[in-house]
């Protein structure tokens, strides 16, 4: 019992991410180690070649198919996030219920940890019959890199 509460405990940290391979008798190799090392790092969500990219940067060698293998592994076991964009899948080290902001400027993908309003639940399940269980948002902008001071 005390088994299946911790392997739904919510992954915070690369010790949490690598407990979890470990519970679910996953092997934590060299290179599936430097893997969860970038993406807790780099706290973005990157490709597989931008993952390939940067970890043979840091002189750390590892094959293309080796990556891929390894984040599809990681992340069909919930250990890190995998979500489809326009420009393929990307990886990031979030895995609990959050939303994402796009930011238009930069094609950068942010976590964000939001509640929405219980009556706008209750609203969205009174227009579709639907018990809503969960949810994440999807929030798209500029990056509003100068305030605008219309002050004076």
């Not at 070649?49 to 069909?76: F, M």
Request: with cysteine; glycine share 6%.
């Amino acid at each position: 019992m005390q088994k299946s509460a911790i392997s739904t405990k919510a992954i915070r940290s690369l010790e949490d991410a690598l407990d979890r391979c470990q519970i679910l008798g996953m092997r934590v190799s060299r290179q599936r180690r430097f893997i969860l090392e970038l993406l807790w790092q780099a706290k973005e969500h990157l490709s597989a070649r931008e993952i390939y990219d940067r970890l043979n940067q840091q002189g750390k060698e590892i094959g293309h198919t080796s990556v891929y293998q390894n984040l599809e592994a990681l992340s069909s076991q919930g250990i890190i996030e995998c979500i489809e964009h326009c420009d393929g899948r990307l990886y990031g080290n979030v895995t609990d219920a959050h939303s994402h902001v796009n930011c238009l400027d930069t094609n950068q993908i942010l976590d964000v940890h939001i509640e929405i309003p219980e009556e706008l639940i209750q609203q969205v399940e009174a227009q579709t019959g639907v018990k809503i269980s969960g949810y994440t948002i999807n929030f798209f902008g500029h990056r509003n890199l100068q305030p605008d001071h219309k002050d004076h």
